[in-house]
């Protein structure tokens, strides 16, 4: 965390990562948060539903933020 402690213009970059893992935790429409309901769920019943909508859409968001972060990068 020492680098951006020296560019100011990184705290904001921060507190919206860590703004967007917490909705994505928390939105009901969220894939992360069916994914965990899915297990935890499971995990008390005995019967495993594995949640493959959930797991294409988590996958779809961990790309897009991919191709963005991509886009973004400077050199």
């Given at each position: 965390m020492?680098?951006?402690?020296?560019r100011?213009?990184?705290?904001?970059?921060?507190?919206a990562?860590?703004?967007?893992?917490?909705?994505?935790?928390v939105?009901?429409?969220?894939?992360?948060?069916?994914?965990?309901?899915?297990?935890?769920?499971?995990?008390?019943t005995?019967?495993?539903?594995?949640?493959?909508?959930?797991?294409?859409?988590?996958?779809?968001?961990?790309?897009a933020?991919?191709?963005?972060c991509?886009?973004?990068?400077r050199?």
């Open positions: 020492g680098p951006a402690r020296r100011p213009r990184a705290a904001p970059a921060h507190a990562i860590a703004l967007s893992a917490l909705l994505a935790l939105t009901p429409g969220s894939p992360a948060r069916h994914a965990v309901t899915a297990l935890v769920t499971g995990s008390l005995g019967t495993v539903d594995p949640p493959w909508l959930a797991f294409v859409g988590a996958m779809a968001v961990a790309a933020t991919a191709l963005a991509r886009l973004t990068a050199e």
